[in-house]
């Protein structure tokens, strides 16, 4: 028989965020982001779940395009990364795929590759990654007219938009605002998650929600559930024995907590080996038959102990909840010195997703 440890993803509770997102983005629409596999929820399901309600998803790469195909999906895709070769456009091409074109050299694949996919350009006002220079702008559109590709919109990346009070935001957007000025018919994309909460913040023709839509906050100084939105992925397991450390006793690699008197211990079993944050330590929160407990020690591979002096009655068997309804994936992000973000997509294949809703 199998291990209990499971990621229970409520697929009505992605729909609730997306609903969110869609209603904060006011006159435009939102692309659903579902890259790196869903956020660890699972591409194909995260994907099916949204096919009434997103009209677009957005991918990092090709791989993931088509994962959005083999699932017998027909949206279009828009790729934030682009292409990474240039044979890749004619399937962007025949699969109706639109690459986020950045760099001069993917510029160059397209105007000599004969393949013509709608596609974006990125501009860089500021994070510094990737894109062009919003002055390049116009040459590249002389460009890529003469070759007779038909460019979708423009799109750019807040660097700062998680903090309320920090003002970059503002450059960032009326960058994007004055570059595209002198092309109107162009759509524009600057959204992410956590600019759906700023206040008066345009987010223009299209916004794209990312860690919303899984219930992580996007924000400095605020949880998931504080802005709205509901947990979609519970990471669940269960108690394989229980006991009771006196006085002196300690528990886990390094020996890292000693008990102050005599305290019931739990092992539960998931571990980092599961993509549980090894750097959780000694009262990071846990949930043992919908109680809150804490976190003992360190975090193994496989498994990791609780503090039952809340639950003095709890047995091997026991459901044990690492993150989701009662514990706050923020929480745990937070005590791990980490963010929602790397704790979702660290879920590893060995924990089988259990789809609800």
């Not at 779940?49 to 088509?66: G, H, I, K, M, S």
């Not at 998931?270 to 109680?291: E, F, I, K, L, Q």
């Not at 706050?328 to 789809?355: C, H, K, N, Q």
């Amino acid at each position: 028989m199998p291990r209990h440890t499971r990621a229970r993803v409520d697929l009505s509770a992605l729909r609730h965020n997306y609903r969110i997102a869609r209603q904060l983005v006011g006159k435009g629409e939102a692309m659903a982001v579902v890259k790196a596999d869903g956020y660890g929820h699972g591409i194909a399901a995260v994907a099916r779940a949204l096919a009434d309600e997103a009209p677009c998803y957005a991918v990092a790469c090709l791989e993931e395009a088509l994962s959005i195909r083999q699932a017998g999906l027909r949206h279009p895709v828009i790729m934030l990364e682009g292409v990474h070769a240039g044979e890749d456009l004619a399937v962007c091409q025949a699969q109706g795929f639109e690459p986020v074109l950045h760099d001069q050299v993917q510029i160059d694949w397209l105007t000599k590759d004969g393949s013509r996919p709608v596609i974006w350009l990125k501009l860089n006002t500021g994070m510094n990654r990737l894109g062009f220079p919003p002055a390049r702008l116009p040459a590249l559109m002389a460009e890529l007219k003469k070759a007779g590709v038909i460019v979708r919109g423009l799109m750019t990346h807040f660097a700062c938009a998680d903090d309320r009070e920090d003002g970059f935001t503002e450059v960032q957007t009326r960058a994007i605002q004055a570059a595209g000025a002198e092309f109107p018919h162009l759509l524009l994309s600057v959204g992410n998650s956590a600019a759906h909460f700023r206040s008066g913040q345009p987010l223009f023709d299209w916004s794209r929600p990312g860690i919303m839509l899984y219930g992580g906050t996007p924000m400095l100084h605020a949880t998931g559930p504080e802005l709205g939105l509901k947990p979609v992925m519970s990471l669940e397991s269960e108690l394989i024995t229980v006991r009771v450390l006196e006085a002196g006793m300690t528990v886990g690699y390094g020996a890292t907590w000693v008990a102050d008197k005599a305290t019931p211990m739990g092992i539960v079993a998931v571990g980092y080996g599961d993509g549980y944050p090894r750097h959780a330590g000694t009262g990071t929160p846990v949930a043992v038959n919908g109680r809150r407990v804490r976190l003992l020690g360190r975090v193994s591979m496989d498994m990791l102990a609780v503090d039952l002096s809340a639950v003095p009655h709890a047995r091997p068997g026991d459901p044990v909840e690492l993150w989701g309804q009662t514990v706050g994936i923020d929480e745990v992000a937070g005590a791990a010195g980490s963010i929602a973000y790397e704790l979702l997509t660290g879920v590893t294949a060995r924990v089988p997703r259990v789809y609800t809703g």
